[in-house]
């Protein structure tokens, strides 16, 4: 498979698992009756609807400006990742992404997996959301090291991985079979320089499919909900969310160095994953009972495998990977800055926890 056709093809299942498992015929279970009911003064469908509309447009346009402003260097310059407000900027954006898994998903799956609507056996005899984050942060550790490890033997041996262009200077790094005329020996930093580059694409590729399975699932919730009180207070949380998430995302493409067509591809999965997942909510309204039990089920446990990869992902592949290298090891100062961006932005999610 290629690797481009990743995000569409695991988006995909994503939405065919969601949508199938919420139209299900609700589970036995010994919960309250009125678990698949919402009473509040806030539940307003017909005020609820533009919300929705508006929620859309505002979370595609600040998503697609968020992912493409470190794609643009020549508009801004000081975005290239050799500068140091690129290295500061993917920190913040790294904390946002850390504060996302830890303040909102996590507990969120907490709540779903433990709520009282779920019967007793087996879900309060054992902690789920722990132990599927805990899984799902080691998958994404074996993913991360087999594709890096498969790609990089694939580069060495001179074969091109599907998908990808066989130029020697552009495409992971490759160097066709022959190139040399019979000379093997490749220069120590050009090996560093395409063992990076790789590393920077598995990045990318892993990084977006967390994010497209959580988006879609924060979309559907969203979109399903008439909640008008916490409609108000999640558009702008995932505005602000979405933008510095793009961010983090986008620095990695350009670190990644695709050809236009990837980058375009990567840019428009993310920006319209969670505009499509609100107008599936929307369009599931009718049947999706957020508090029944298959609901509470299916987004607990995929907010929990969102939840270890996305904390995965920021600490392991964006901030240890950054902080460890030579450009902030150099640089106390530029240490010390990065930090504070880090706890910037997961200080600003941990907030917006208070209303969404």
Not at 171 to 177: D, K, L, R, S
Request: with cysteine; hydrophobic share 50%; proline share 4%.
């Amino acid at each position: 498979m290629a690797i481009s056709s990743l995000p569409f093809t695991k988006l995909t299942f994503c939405i065919f698992f969601i949508t199938v498992s919420l139209l299900n015929h609700q589970a036995q279970s010994v919960a309250p009756e009125d678990c698949g009911a919402e009473n509040s003064s806030c539940i307003n469908k017909s005020e609820a609807q533009p919300l929705k509309i508006i929620a859309i447009v505002a979370i595609l346009v600040t998503s697609m400006i968020g992912v493409c402003a470190p794609l643009f260097t020549k508009v801004f310059p000081a975005l290239q990742p050799d500068k140091d407000l690129f290295v500061i900027v993917k920190a913040f954006a790294a904390g946002i992404i850390l504060g996302t898994g830890f303040m909102h998903v996590l507990p969120d799956s907490f709540d779903m997996l433990t709520s009282s609507c779920l019967s007793e056996n087996p879900w309060y005899k054992f902690p789920f959301t722990g132990f599927v984050a805990m899984l799902s942060a080691i998958v994404t550790l074996m993913v991360d090291s087999l594709a890096t490890s498969i790609y990089s033997k694939k580069s060495h041996a001179g074969i091109t991985p599907a998908g990808l262009s066989a130029e020697p200077d552009r495409e992971m790094g490759v160097i066709p079979a022959g190139h040399f005329h019979g000379h093997h020996h490749v220069a120590p930093k050009g090996e560093i320089a395409n063992s990076q580059l790789l590393r920077y694409r598995v990045v990318a590729m892993v990084l977006e499919l967390g994010i497209v399975v959580h988006s879609v699932v924060i979309g559907l919730s969203l979109g399903a909900s008439n909640n008008v009180c916490t409609i108000k207070g999640l558009v702008a949380a995932l505005c602000f969310h979405q933008m510095f998430e793009g961010m983090g995302l986008g620095g990695c493409i350009l670190q990644a160095e695709y050809k236009l067509m990837k980058k375009l591809v990567m840019v428009f999965f993310f920006s319209i994953t969670t505009p499509l997942g609100i107008a599936i909510g929307m369009g599931l309204s009718k049947a999706y009972r957020e508090n029944s039990p298959n609901a509470l089920i299916t987004v607990g446990i995929l907010n929990a495998s969102s939840a270890g990869l996305l904390i995965y992902m920021a600490l392991v592949d964006l901030l240890a990977s950054d902080f460890m290298g030579p450009k902030l090891q150099a640089s106390v100062k530029l240490q010390i800055k990065s930090y504070a961006a880090v706890l910037s932005g997961a200080g600003g999610m941990s907030l917006m926890a208070k209303w969404a």
